[in-house]
């Protein structure tokens, strides 16, 4: 059986030459232009004929496929939860993250069953942007969820204001009050949009958090101690910082640098640094100031949103890193079947980028969930069609392997 992939384009190019229309976008075309995972199943039936059993084995060998793709993303608790939402908006729909299918020929088995092989081609972007907009980690406790240390200081009236050592009333602060409020607002609805949940700030006088980590630049330790605190994998760190300048104009500048990062091993997903300056010849300085950040800060929150979102759909997010070296004589075109394989068959494997490729030197950054020694186990026990394999050295900053084409 053909990959339906290309007859689909097949038909629709012929269909346009015929009739003189433009070609129609496929729901998956978008699908055939990214990074492609092969995963090859086999699968049984009890049907009377060879049609049924071929129908039949494929549609239960891409559900299970997918459901545990989805498990090893979502978890079995959020799974298990989600089960009917997973099965109408994700299985049902798999055509759109899985373009290729490629089953064979069903074969009678002694005991009257039949017996197929399948191999499928699956999009990890496409199915985590499905995840996402089907609402499934849209919630405090999911991955998603985002946790901001954002500092906001007003150098005009030396006032100062970090949510997580209180958050104490005064004239002074009345302007930093003002656009903390406002920036947690946006930073809420542009991630909310993108399937993120941020924590808001409790607003309270006094801090929530204990003592030993109510300090101004908080640092590693804090950031994990807090993420766990929160359970939020994701840290939202900055500063906002305003100050009044009399040339050229009167004016007041306000400098954002803002960085998401995983809590725990403090790896960046996104980041970003703008200047807003707000005229203050009005004489009105906090009414200026607080006017203008609203007007920017949407398009501000949306551009660090969409950041986190792309490092979300290359499946890279709230991953370990590890160079992954390759020794052997390989062609390019066997080096993406390696690599296809490898994401194939190890699902705690997010992402392969190669680094190097300098003959029989090899070498990737390799994203993965999980920790380094079930990794490890996986690659020992790797079996590739085509390919021999076995691990040379490891150790949590590198892994070589031996690969050989057969």
Avoid at 93 to 114: C, E, T
Avoid at 243 to 262: G, Y
Avoid at 336 to 361: H, T, W, Y
Wanted: include cysteine.
């Amino acid at each position: 059986m053909e990959g339906r992939l290309g007859s689909l384009f097949r038909t629709l190019l012929i269909l346009s030459l015929a009739f003189g229309l433009p070609l129609i976008e496929a729901p998956f075309a978008t699908a055939q232009m990214e990074d492609l995972v092969t995963i090859v199943t086999e699968g049984t039936s009890q049907a009377t004929s060879s049609v049924e059993a071929s129908k039949e084995i494929q549609n239960n060998a891409i559900a299970e496929v997918v459901r545990e793709r989805v498990r090893g993303i979502l978890g079995d608790k959020r799974f298990q939860k989600n089960k009917a939402v997973i099965e109408n908006k994700i299985v049902k729909q798999s055509a759109k993250f899985i373009p290729y299918i490629n089953a064979g020929a069903p074969v009678r088995q002694g005991d009257g069953s039949w017996k197929m092989r399948i191999e499928l081609k699956l999009s990890p972007a496409s199915l985590n942007r499905m995840i996402l907009e089907a609402g499934l980690l849209n919630d405090a406790e999911s991955s998603a969820a985002i946790l901001p240390l954002i500092s906001f200081v007003d150098r005009q009236k030396n006032a100062s204001l970090r949510w997580w050592m209180g958050e104490p009333k005064s004239e002074a602060n009345a302007l930093v009050s003002r656009v903390s409020e406002s920036f947690h607002d946006a930073l809420q609805v542009e991630f909310s949009r993108q399937g993120f949940h941020v924590i808001k700030p409790q607003g309270r006088q006094f801090s929530p958090i204990p003592d030993a980590f109510q300090i101004e630049r908080p640092g590693s330790r804090e950031y994990k101690f807090l993420g766990e605190y929160f359970q939020a994998p994701m840290i939202l760190k900055g500063d906002v910082r305003i100050k009044e300048i009399h040339e050229p104009v009167h004016a007041a500048v306000c400098a954002i640098k803002l960085q998401v990062v995983q809590a725990q091993t403090g790896r960046t997903v996104a980041e970003i640094s703008r200047q807003v300056d707000a005229d203050i010849r009005s004489g009105n300085y906090d009414n200026a100031i607080a006017t203008k950040l609203s007007a920017e800060l949407p398009e501000i929150a949306k551009d660090l949103a969409s950041q986190v979102y792309e490092v979300w759909q290359r499946g890279t997010l709230n991953t370990n890193q590890v160079r992954l070296a390759l020794k052997g004589n390989l062609t390019p075109k066997q080096v993406s079947a390696f690599k296809s394989g490898l994401m194939g068959q190890i699902q705690q494997v997010k992402s392969l980028r190669e680094r190097l490729f300098d003959g029989s030197n090899i070498q990737f950054e390799l994203d993965y969930s999980g920790d380094f020694g079930s990794l490890l186990e996986n690659l020992k026990e790797l079996h590739l069609q085509g390919f021999e394999t076995r691990v040379n050295r490891a150790s949590e900053s590198g892994i070589t392997m031996e690969v050989q084409a057969r």
